[in-house]
């Protein structure tokens, strides 16, 4: 079956440092890509996706490109804010709709 | 434009009681959709609906019945409830147009704790 895993959290950083947190996806063919954010208290909100192969999904200074050679699908972002604090989740999904999650990175960004 | 609405927020339920949890989109989506979330396991899918009157088994199904008897409503049930059934429950819905690139849009979850 489809799977995705994506780097453990928490992960803490300093407001304006650099953000990657890492996915790889297994799959049946080539699902499309997506983050997702939840930001405390809140549902889940599509952050940016893609749904080919070198494609790149861009949002609020986000950045993903789709990898097929390494099946990955990276987020990454040049200079984080206190506000990007949420759970972040890397997600794949098949062509009847049917997402796939990764267990969810926790970011916090201190002043 | 609401979105996705879920109700009620919180919920505490003895073990056995049952209860309906209740989801409504305004966006005219054919496909719905109930996943629980759980510390360290991002979400689980429980029951899916690919439209009305149709609903389908999910990842996590055991214990949990839904209907889709409107376009707009889908509706999860527990019959007896489990304390293991304790978790934060979203719907979210999407559309059927295009292959698997559309996003799909959730409600901002049930917290239901099962004593």
């Known amino acids: 079956g489809n799977s995705v895993t994506q780097m453990e959290g928490p992960v803490t950083l300093s407001e304006e440092a650099f953000l990657t947190i890492n996915c790889t996806y297994t799959a049946t063919g080539y699902p499309s890509l997506f983050w997702y954010v939840q930001y405390p208290g809140e549902g889940l909100q599509l952050l940016l996706k893609a749904t080919k192969a070198d494609d790149k999904g861009s949002n609020k200074g986000f950045e993903a490109t789709y990898r097929k050679e390494t099946t990955s699908f990276h987020l990454e972002k040049g200079s984080v804010q206190v506000s990007d604090s949420a759970v972040y989740f890397c997600?794949?999904?098949?062509?009847?709709?049917?997402?796939?999650f990764g267990q969810g990175t926790i970011l916090t960004v201190h002043p | 434009n609401a979105g996705v609405t879920q109700t009620p927020k919180f919920r505490v339920l003895k073990t056995g009681q049952s209860m309906t949890l209740l989801c409504a989109q305004d966006m005219n989506h054919e496909y719905m959709y109930w996943y629980r979330q759980d510390p360290g396991m991002g979400l689980r899918l429980i029951h899916y609906s690919v439209g009305e009157g149709t609903t389908a088994k999910g990842e996590v199904p055991d214990g949990y019945n839904v209907s889709r008897l409107k376009k707009q409503n889908f509706l999860l049930g527990l019959e007896s409830a489990a304390p293991s059934q304790t978790s934060v429950y979203f719907c979210a819905s999407s559309s059927l147009r295009g292959p698997a690139g559309q996003p799909q849009h959730f409600g901002d979850g049930t917290r239901l704790s099962i004593l």
């Open positions: 997600v794949g999904g098949t062509s009847y709709g049917k997402l796939t």
